[in-house]
């Protein structure tokens, strides 16, 4: 008896179809991938954006809250008064440049005159993070050395003044040189702008320009502190703004 027996055969796939089958994967895998690397840079560049527009928010409502209480405690509280360097008198905004200001008031509500510098540095070799706007507070000291006629708005008060140390800071700002606006645009009453120059101060004050001051705007635009790896440029991430009303 003759058995005949088939010779089975399986069906597999050809060099050629693994080979291709490969490639596929992988420009499917580098387009995963790519989207990926995108929507990680997004997310970081958003949560910048996010932690720049909060520090300046920041900045600007501390900003406001000094110039409310900017000039107070007024000498018209004081029945004997000594004047403007009386330690405990407010004389208000005493320095005002486009890129600097200077106020004097009770900003704490503690019964004490502070001395509160907003300065602008445009270089810092031990802050990377400049251009940047800094914040100084100090007790306000009286005496016939008080001056607030200087070339530098950092040392205005004169020298019985203590030195300005700055606590707070934006960081990274757009340098406002040429800019339409400065960091400080000053108003009257009735919303005209106030030109002081490149600066004023009680000391020196044609047309008595620091009396027309009703109102200060500040203008804070910033940079990323990174690069963006598809431009390859810094691009603005934020821009903001507030005006606020001197109350006394």
């Known amino acids: 008896m003759r058995i005949s027996a088939k010779r089975s055969t399986q069906a597999g796939f050809s060099l050629v179809e693994l080979v291709v089958s490969i490639v596929i994967l992988v420009v499917v895998m580098a387009a995963v991938f790519k989207q990926i690397g995108l929507v990680q840079r997004k997310t970081q560049n958003e949560g910048l954006k996010l932690d ?32 403007r360097t ?22 704490y509500g503690d019964g ?38 200087t070339g530098d708005p950092a040392l205005a008060g004169g020298p019985g003044q203590a030195p ?3 606590y707070t800071e934006v960081q990274n700002l757009i340098d406002p040189n040429g800019m339409t ?23 020196s004050d044609p047309g008595n320009k620091i009396q027309l001051i009703d109102a200060i ?7 990323a502190g990174q690069f963006d790896q598809d431009t390859g440029v810094r691009s603005i991430v934020n821009s903001i703004s507030t005006i606020a009303e001197l109350e006394n």
């Open 52 to 83: 720049l527009t909060q520090e300046s928010r920041d900045f600007v409502d501390q900003f406001a809250r000094d110039l409310h209480m900017s000039g107070y405690p007024t000498p018209k509280i004081y029945q004997n008064g000594g004047g």
């Open 181 to 203: 606006q400065g960091l400080f645009t000053y108003f009257q009453a009735d919303g005209t702008q106030v030109d002081v120059g490149t600066g004023v101060n009680l000391d």
């Open 164 to 166: 300005s140390v700055y």
């Open 217 to 223: 705007k500040v203008n804070l635009s910033t940079r």
């Open 112 to 149: 004490k005159v502070y001395s509160v510098l907003y300065q602008y540095f445009q270089t810092d070799p031990s802050d990377v993070n400049c251009p940047c706007l800094r914040r100084s507070v100090q007790q306000k000291v009286g005496g016939a050395d008080v001056v607030y006629a």
């Open 86 to 107: 009386d330690p405990n008198i407010a004389l208000g905004v005493v320095l005002a440049t486009p890129t600097s200001l200077r106020l004097e008031g009770d900003i």
